[in-house]
């Protein structure tokens, strides 16, 4: 009954670990699976059940708001170099069996890989299109005020790593907020996010070196990618040229918003397919441009009261595009969020925007652009304010990974100490496209601020 109730009604989701799926799990709150024999790979060193702290807030209307606490309990804290649900993996720049090598990655720009990369790479992704997850299953609740009313689902890599996206940018009920979006949260979420598919699809595939590309958009006035070459050029209805594979790749969870609702599945319709129509929507018809991206980093402080989409002076809210230049173009977006708008189809619905496999390029290089920001203001602080939503404070959980990371980790650990650093372009950038008549402004020429 409670599946068929998923099918008709708004669903909200959430990646769990298998093992805690179990009744047993459930009703312990307990998700501490048992590794080399004991919970969390105790007896082999590599990390403790235990009890998470507790927050001291008000009971959330929506019970997302508290990672994990409506759910567990206790859960797995890993030692040393270890991580994972079960510390039975390395943490990020780590690898061998007891973590204590080395990795690193270079992630390049998506036009500048050779054909046998790109053609690696591509095929990696349909390949976690089309596997099961057996470390994850997936969470649907038809109402995410009420407790306990879910059920439990299999899915492929690759949709899981959608709804995880979707458990996060979905707004909280009563609310414009969430977990990934709209706060000092949005760029190390989706830092983590990065690694986290990162590392799956590596396991998959046995491919230790396998990496995310970023897609440089301000070397383009146009989507370059959306090509049979990359990722699928643009067929009939903004659907998926059909001699590429992507044009059989359908997504999870349409959106509907004329039904105030994100997911909602039916009899009568089945999943979507991907949809791409860029550039062709008159208020969102141009890509960020060097400019932009200037203008962007020239920001000094991190995030600015009330840390929402309303912050102005703020290098997150810039970055993330609610904060637009005023200029010709008469923009209604601008960076992060333009580029989803731009390419006007699946992407530009947030909630379900890593359907398309575009989104992770887009996001790394926004993540390359958060790393430069860091390196030249290493007196940047996360904000530690009550003005911040619960879900994305300091000290509170980001949702919804495992172990548990607050949402201030990730400051001050570079790219460099979680494995990977970014390829600069073969090319040379070509002269900044006109951006209107707002000036650039800022202590980085345009080339210095790209190619850091």
Known sequence: ???????????????????????????????????????????????????????????????????????????????????????????????????????????????????????????????????PSGRYMIL??????????????????????????????????????????????????HRVFLLFIEREIRELTGNQDFYIPYWDWT?????????????????????????????????????????????????????????RNPGKDPVYKTLPTAADVEDTMATALFDTPPFDKTSRKSFRNKLEGFEFPSDSRDLNASMH???????????????????DPIFMLHHSFVDKLLETWLQDHGEATYPDSDHVHPAQRAQAYMAPFFPLRTNNYYWGRDTQSLGYSYKEHSLSRPAARNSGTRGAAGRHDCKNILNN
């Open 219 to 275: 070397r383009t006035n146009h989507c370059n990618i959306c090509t049979n070459e990359y990722f699928g050029g643009v067929g009939q209805d903004g659907r998926i040229d059909s001699t590429s594979q992507f044009s059989k790749w359908k997504t999870i969870c349409p959106y509907q918003e004329s039904l105030g609702i994100i997911c909602i599945h039916s009899d009568a319709a089945g999943p979507a397919h991907l949809i």
């Open 140 to 189: 649907t609740s038809n109402d995410t005020t009420v407790v306990g009313n879910s059920v439990f689902h299999n899915t492929s890599v690759y949709d899981l790593y959608v709804w995880m996206h979707y458990y996060s940018a979905k707004s909280y009920a009563g609310s414009e907020n969430n977990a990934a979006h709209r706060g000092p949260a949005f760029i190390f979420w």
């Open 337 to 355: 969020n333009l580029v989803h708008r731009y390419l006007n189809g699946t992407m530009s619905l947030v909630p379900t925007a890593a359907n």
């Open 1 to 131: 009954q409670s599946e068929q109730l998923c099918k008709i009604l708004s669903c909200v989701d959430a990646q769990f670990p298998r093992p805690c799926t179990t009744p047993e799990a459930l009703q312990t709150r307990t998700c501490c699976p048992l590794l080399n024999g004991s919970p969390c790979g105790f007896s082999s060193g590599r990390g403790v059940c235990a009890p998470h702290p507790a927050r001291d807030l008000p009971k959330p209307v929506d019970y997302r708001v508290n990672w994990p606490r409506v759910f567990y309990d206790s859960v797995c804290t890993c030692w040393g170099n270890y991580d994972g649900y079960d510390c039975s993996q390395c943490l990020p720049g780590w690898t061998g069996s007891q973590c204590l090598q080395r990795h690193h990655v270079e992630r390049k720009e998506i036009t500048d890989l050779s054909d046998s990369e790109r053609e690696t790479f591509i095929s990696s992704l349909h390949q976690a299109k089309h596997s």
